[in-house]
């Protein structure tokens, strides 16, 4: 048994014992069974799916790339450990998880991290210089480590971000009037998924350091982000093209960013229009991707269910953030019972999740690293509040 298996299976005798909160439970679980199965070797890093499949390919590459066998996850799916990482840490306080993202999950990062291009940044897959580079790939790292930062008070994860941050503004231009672009290797459209995170990254970082610079650019991405990929439904189109042309495709996590950076912006400029703003697509969210189901109770419960969960566990992250200031438990209540439910009516013979948290697909060949990474994000970060349900 590695180190980050053996930790997981510490963490989860050590808090599950301590602790009646359901979700933290079933949270230190799931983590376990994630470094259990995903384990790839004696590196830090995990596999991409369960099972594994070494004969696959990585096409997740630049143009004219040599594909590496693809041993390993892609860097997206692998930065989602960060995030449920961190939101352990947040719900537990467990020093032992510092030493997992310390010593396992940022020498992972190494793995991915290029210096042949600068500014230097985050590749998509291991072979560095030969994988794009996805500005988001990168913020979402950003956000990791300015939360952890605000958890610990340790420079290191504070350093991590405001370098990172340096190559995520390399791509951030005034085509369009401003934005930043999705891919480096790519620069043919401006996306929500680039666009609204980047300005919660900035507004943390500016919350972290009293950086005026960083407020500055959190409020231009935010405001550019309002009025070029809000649709009059409150919700965000995927992207825009440099030639205008929008991909009207929404996705739940996009909301979620621009939920939680509306709320960012309020807190710092008690200027309502921004809590409007937020609530209004809060709103419009729960409408759009959360489906009343019968529980075997025969109770009626709401599913939060947008065709990713990752993308839920994103929107949560602005839900929780609207929450903390509006104390509406109607935010809440569907991830209560979407992550109730999902335990014991969407897992696997595996204990894993497939595409859809609702119900269990024992015909799905694959479960993804960043849907369980998900999950595990999702239910610590509700432990973390201490919110309970009314009865």
Not at 313 to 335: K, T
Request: charged fraction near 25%.
């Amino acid at each position: 048994m590695n180190f980050k298996i053996l930790v997981a299976a510490v963490a989860l005798f050590a808090v599950g014992c301590s602790t009646s909160n359901p979700h933290l439970k079933h949270a230190l679980e799931l983590k376990y069974t994630i470094y259990k199965l995903y384990d790839v070797d004696e590196t830090p890093l995990l596999a991409e799916n369960y099972p594994q499949d070494v004969a696959a390919e990585a096409t997740y590459l630049a143009e004219g790339a040599d594909n590496k066998v693809n041993k390993y996850s892609y860097l997206w799916p692998y930065s989602g450990t960060l995030s449920m990482m961190s939101a352990l840490y947040e719900a537990t306080r467990d020093e032992a998880i510092l030493e997992v993202i310390d010593n396992e999950i940022i020498e992972g990062l190494k793995m991915y991290y290029d210096t042949s291009r600068e500014p230097y940044g985050y590749s998509s897959y291991i072979t560095a210089d030969k994988s794009d580079r996805f500005y988001d790939d990168n913020i979402w790292l950003v956000i990791d480590f300015v939360d952890l930062y605000n958890l610990t008070g340790k420079e290191m994860y504070l350093d991590l971000a405001q370098n990172i941050w340096k190559f995520v503004l390399s791509g951030r231009d005034t085509v369009l009037g401003d934005g930043i672009y999705w891919c480096e290797q790519k620069k043919d459209t401006k996306n929500a998924c680039s666009n609204a995170p980047a300005a919660v990254a900035a507004l943390k970082l500016h919350k972290a350091t009293g950086d005026k610079q960083y407020f500055e650019q959190g409020e231009n991405l935010y405001t550019w982000t309002f009025a070029s990929l809000r649709d009059r439904d409150n919700l965000y189109f995927d992207n825009v093209s440099v030639t205008g042309k929008f991909d009207r495709r929404k996705f739940s996590y996009n909301s979620g960013q621009m939920i939680e950076a509306g709320v960012m912006m309020f807190e710092h400029t008690n200027d309502k229009q921004y809590l409007k703003q937020a609530m209004e697509t809060a709103t419009a969210a729960v409408q759009t991707w959360a489906k009343e189901y019968t529980n075997d109770k025969g109770e009626k419960i709401i599913i939060l269910e947008s065709g990713d969960v990752w993308f839920d566990a994103v929107l949560l992250r602005g839900m929780l953030a609207l929450w903390r200031v509006e104390g509406s438990d109607s935010l809440l209540i569907p991830y209560d019972d979407t992550l109730n439910y999902a335990w014991y009516m969407g897992r696997d013979k595996n204990g894993l999740f497939g595409k859809y948290l609702s119900h269990r697909d024992e015909g799905e060949q694959k479960s993804w690293l960043l849907t369980q990474a998900a999950y595990v994000e999702m239910s610590a970060r509700l432990a973390a509040t201490g919110w309970q349900r009314a009865e």
